[in-house]
């Protein structure tokens, strides 16, 4: 697995959203995308270690953000965006929570 462990990231989606039209096509394909999406959770849930295959969630994400008219660097904000506002919510204590049970944010 290559080292790179840094990289610009609006310069790799723009290479992403280059090569995924020329090679898969034009559009949304918002249903081929999700249905991608779904293929690869079973996969990581056959093999949780393997990191190429949450890789494969990440890209493909990606992948449905620009096809759906954003741009890279409105991707890269989106990313930012959310991650602050997933740190200021208010979170249950992890130690009551089912442990293979998604952890909801308190409403």
Same mark, same amino acid.
């Not at 954003?70 to 989106?78: D, F, H, L, W």
């Given at each position: !697995?290559?080292? @790179?462990? #840094? !990289?610009?990231?609006?310069?790799?989606?723009? #290479?992403?959203?280059?090569?995924?039209?020329?090679?898969?096509? $034009?559009?949304? #394909?918002?249903?081929?995308?999700?249905?991608? +999406?779904?293929?690869?959770? /079973?996969? +990581?849930?056959?093999? $949780? @270690? @393997?990191?190429?295959?949450?890789? @494969? /969630? +990440?890209?493909?994400?990606?992948?449905?953000?620009? %096809? &759906?008219?954003?741009?890279?660097?409105?991707?890269? &904000?989106? +990313? &930012?965006?959310?991650?602050?506002?997933?740190?200021?919510?208010?979170? $249950?204590?992890?130690?009551? &929570?089912?442990?293979?049970?998604?952890?909801?944010? /308190? %409403?």
């Amino acid at each position: !697995m290559p080292s @790179d462990a #840094r !990289m610009d990231l609006v310069e790799h989606i723009a #290479r992403q959203m280059e090569f995924s039209e020329r090679t898969f096509g $034009p559009g949304a #394909r918002t249903a081929g995308v999700v249905a991608h +999406i779904r293929k690869e959770l /079973v996969e +990581i849930e056959a093999k $949780p @270690d @393997d990191l190429f295959e949450w890789v @494969d /969630v +990440i890209l493909l994400a990606i992948d449905g953000a620009w %096809r &759906a008219g954003y741009s890279p660097e409105q991707i890269v &904000a989106g +990313i &930012a965006a959310k991650q602050k506002n997933t740190e200021h919510r208010d979170w $249950p204590d992890w130690r009551t &929570a089912d442990p293979n049970g998604p952890i909801e944010h /308190v %409403r």
